[in-house]
Nanobody
Framework: QAQLVEPVGGSVQAGGSLRLSCAASGRTFSAYAICWFRQAPGKEREFVAAISRGAGSTVYTDFVEGQFTISRDNAKNTVVLHMNNLIPEDTAVYYC?????????????????WGQGTQVTVSS
């Protein structure tokens, strides 16, 4: 069983950057695919990015391609989402999740464990 925690969100002005981290427990963290989703007020949760267990592959949704970067450090059981050039439309609660079989998906129902979410606010 895995447990995911996103300890820090943040607030920033448009054009700024934030770094979200996802810390995970579990002896087999390196075998998990990890992803980020987000949910803005009044909207459905949407896929943002995912990284394969070996960090050899990443997937991004179109609207963050080139703006966000996902990375992982298996020695520290951590995945990081680097967010640059943020706009107010990026304001949302961001969630990390993992697939214990190591497969990247873009649909949330495929992921096994979820963090509690962290608030990101971008002001204009």
């Amino acid at each position: 069983q895995a447990q995911l925690v996103e300890p820090v969100g943040g607030s920033v002005q448009a054009g700024g950057s934030l770094r979200l981290s996802c810390a995970a427990s579990g002896r087999t963290f390196s075998a998990y695919a990890i992803c980020w989703f987000r949910q803005a007020p009044g909207k459905e949760r949407e896929f943002v990015a995912a990284i394969s267990r070996g960090a050899g592959s990443t997937v991004y949704t179109d609207f963050v391609e080139g703006q966000f970067t996902i990375s992982r450090d298996n020695a520290k059981n951590t995945v990081v989402l680097h967010m640059n050039n943020l706009i107010p439309e990026d304001t949302a609660v961001y969630y990390c999740a993992c697939d214990v079989d190591g497969v990247m998906f873009t649909r949330q129902s495929a992921y096994d464990y979820w963090g509690q979410g962290t608030q990101v606010t971008v002001s204009s």
